[in-house]
């Protein structure tokens, strides 16, 4: 066998193991009692998702003994804008507020949402939690405990989908609980490496505002893993807690799966472009495959990869998913394996993207920037990506951010 592809053999089965053990170490982490500090969950809202008024509910169900919900929208004609306010009336005891806005802060638009409500939270711990998002009830005490662990500065989850079994939402489900959580649970607990999902992030703004706070990240797309590594490089650590997030979806076409991991995966290569072209390899199909290229025969490599892949596929779908649609989701994985690929070898042509209907341009560091001119009234960019604002628009954003408040 040539050495080449028994080197390309030992490291993908090798990466593959390691994500199924990576996995499961997160899984079956226990977690020591500890002080469970106020939090402030911020819930950047943008339309209204599959489900949104259930995705939201769960927060209001948290055994957290001290905790508010921060809403933020932009514009006041946001239809997610009911759905907060039927929850504030039906949770009178539970401390909310709505935050509604204007501001231009910043290109990317979950960052300058979550700018805007900053002037609205009272406490130091923060949780930024997407609009699509499912928890338990321990999910804010789960996360604070992890906190309190000595190093930990941020605290994140895995993702897993609660879909309608449609193709598009099983190829979903597949893709998060495969390569995608392998993706993040194998750098963080193996490597030391910050890799962070932006649907679930716990800090303190203290110590993130030391590290340059939300206008280090305000004009790139791929917050979350910029984030991720101005902790790191700080010093401090990475935690995954054990209960994974859920995603809430439905109605899902493979076209919008296709859509969605395009753009994750444009924003990887521009975030970091040496652990993109290591993805490929990461795939045991595609090294099964190209087995005659180095003299093996096809079958031998198509058996090993065939093996690996289902391995991995139903011990990670079984530890993050459960049973449910197992036998589905394996019969799919060619179908998943070749959109893999087609997705990866796309990531570098693709350079404009949409983030709930804002179009975006991507560069180097997923940076965003605009084409052509800026409309008159929208934001300006200083020679270090700053932005800047007319002192009447940060008044506006200053009287937004007082809100709508339903509390004790």
Known sequence: MDFFYAFLLIFNTSWTLAGIWAIWKIRNRKLAPAPTPPVSVMKPLCGVDPDLEGNLDTFFHQDHPSYELIFGVQGDADPAIEVVHRLQAKYPHIRSKLVIHNSRRGMNPKVRNLRAMLPAIRHDVMLISDSNVAVPPHYV?????????????????????QGDGSLGATLEAMQLSSF????????????????????????????????????SVAHVLAEDFVMGRMFQRAGYRVRICPTPVVNVISEHSVLSMYQRHLRWGAMRLRAAP??????FLSIPMVVGLAAPLFGV???????WAIGLTLLRDAVQWLQLVGR???????????????????LWAGAPFKRRVSWRGNPLTLSSGSRLYVEGELPTGTLEQGPWGKDTISTAEGARDRRAAVGEERSH
């Open 297 to 303: 025969n096809l079958w031998l490599g198509l058996t």
């Open 180 to 215: 995608v959580a392998a993706g993040i649970a194998t750098p963080n607990e193996l490597m030391n490496e910050a890799c962070v999902v932006g649907k679930s992030m716990l800090f303190r703004r203290s110590v993130f505002e030391r590290l340059g706070g939300f206008e």
């Open 274 to 279: 040496h652990t993109w072209l290591l993805e």
């Open 141 to 161: 005490r789960e996360m604070t405990t992890a906190l309190a662990e000595p190093g930990i500065a941020l605290v994140t989850n895995l993702v897993t989908v």
């Open 324 to 342: 449910k649609h197992l036998g589905r989701a394996l019969l799919l994985f060619p179908l998943r394996d070749v959109m893999h690929v087609v």
